[in-house]
Nanobody
Framework: QVQLVESGGGSVQPGGSLRLSCTAAGIIVSITTMAWYRQAPGDQREWVATITGDGSTNYADSVKGRFTISRHNLRNILYLQMDSLKSEDTAVYYC????????WGKGTPVTVSS
């Protein structure tokens, strides 16, 4: 059974940094395409970044150059390093994968505010 558990969210001032983690069970992160999404209050869930099994990465234009998706193969963890955070990055962040069907974690909230 696939399980995804996000952690690392919190409150930070604009310009600050956070690193989100997604601990996976039931899949091998190093060979599975994984993604981060986010959902701001009142908005639809939007894609943030993807890392494929071969290590290729892609980012939404809104986070390109500020966010970095990566993984720890031995620990089976997906990361999202978020730098130069802006107020518009405030959202609940979810990790996701498609392994026969779409799987989602429960999310971790990020608030960027002065």
């Amino acid at each position: 059974q696939v399980q995804l558990v996000e952690s690392g969210g919190g409150s930070v001032q604009p310009g600050g940094s956070l690193r989100l983690s997604c601990t996976a069970a039931g899949i091998i992160v190093s060979i599975t395409t994984m993604a981060w999404y986010r959902q701001a209050p009142g908005d639809q869930r939007e894609w943030v970044a993807t890392i494929t099994g071969d290590g290729s990465t892609n980012y939404a234009d809104s986070v390109k150059g500020r966010f970095t998706i990566s993984r720890h193969n031995l620990r089976n963890i997906l990361y999202l390093q978020m730098d130069s955070l802006k107020s518009e990055d405030t959202a609940v962040y979810y990790c996701s994968t498609n392994y026969g069907r779409n799987y989602w974690g429960k999310g971790t909230p990020v608030t960027v505010s002065s």
